[in-house]
């Protein structure tokens, strides 16, 4: 198994600025191709799907990510409603999940990331959603939008610590995403990726290269058995799923993947 301890291998002023220049670079490229498409009417879930790949794949060989992905990712085509829920310690979650996982993931997004330029029309055009975090009544709508976007195959990626966590470990879990998950009778999928922390830790610029990052899947959970009044029971079954994969327990094998980025496999 891949060795977690963070590799003091950290890049630097010029080695930074060139990874900020060339992560703005690949996420302008991608998202002027996106909305191009949407201009013609030609923008195809499966082009936003192998955008997002692309574009993640090069946001990990920038800073030189050594990963493995281990468990069993579920089949998404098999007609039910699919919410990750994923660790949140880093910029570079996001990206190693669309890496590492199948199907039409969509991040679930906080809505001051549609007032960047040509980054918020992308999106928008992308099939995010979007959630107001400090506009109930606007964020049930979005909850509202997500739900049909999942109810058409849409796979949603969601942080429930709502924050980045500066030390790898769980902070406490927000509803919104559980409430989403009971309207949908959603499976959950809980989501650890171990020693992300480390290639750019929060709230910092310090960027570390050439780190071991391990991103575990583990299995699924039903949220159609539970109901609005067991929603903590729910909160409490993921969080202690997640923690185990932190701590590193094994997850079943994992099938070779075909990702456009060269990623150490577990189960090899």
């Not at 692309?54 to 919410?83: E, I, K």
């Not at 039409?104 to 099939?127: C, H, N, Q, V, W």
């Not at 409490?236 to 997850?251: H, N, W």
Request: charged share 20%; proline share 6%.
């Amino acid at each position: 198994m891949l060795s977690l301890q963070p590799i003091a291998h950290s890049a630097n002023l010029a080695r930074r600025v060139g990874v900020a220049l060339g992560s703005l670079s690949v996420t302008l490229y991608f998202c002027l191709l996106v909305i191009g498409r949407a201009a013609l009417g030609r923008l195809r879930r499966e082009h936003v799907d192998g955008y997002t790949r692309a574009w993640s794949a090069v946001l990990l060989r920038l800073v030189r990510m050594h990963m493995t992905v281990q468990g069993q990712c579920p089949d998404f085509n098999d007609g039910r409603r699919y919410l990750i829920l994923c660790t949140h310690s880093s910029h570079y979650d996001i990206p190693a999940s669309f890496v590492a996982m199948p199907g039409s993931i969509r991040m679930l997004a906080k809505s001051e990331l549609y007032r960047i330029p040509f980054l918020g029309r992308a999106m928008l055009a992308a099939e995010f959603p979007s959630v107001a975090r400090h506009n109930p009544q606007q964020a049930r709508r979005d909850l509202l939008r997500a739900r049909q976007m999942m109810e058409s195959g849409i796979v949603l990626w969601a942080a429930p610590e709502g924050t980045r966590s500066a030390d790898g470990h769980l902070q406490p879990f927000k509803k919104g995403c559980f409430h989403l998950a009971l309207d949908t009778d959603a499976m959950i999928v809980p989501v650890a990726i171990r020693g992300i922390q480390h290639v750019l830790p929060a709230r910092t610029w310090r960027l570390n290269l050439d780190q071991p990052v391990q991103l575990l899947i583990g299995s699924a959970i039903d949220a159609s058995r539970y109901d609005r009044e067991s929603l903590a029971t729910l909160m409490a079954d993921t969080r202690q799923s997640m923690e185990v994969l932190l701590q590193g327990a094994e997850a079943p094998p994992l099938a070779p993947l075909e990702v456009p980025v060269v990623v150490e496999n577990c189960a090899r």
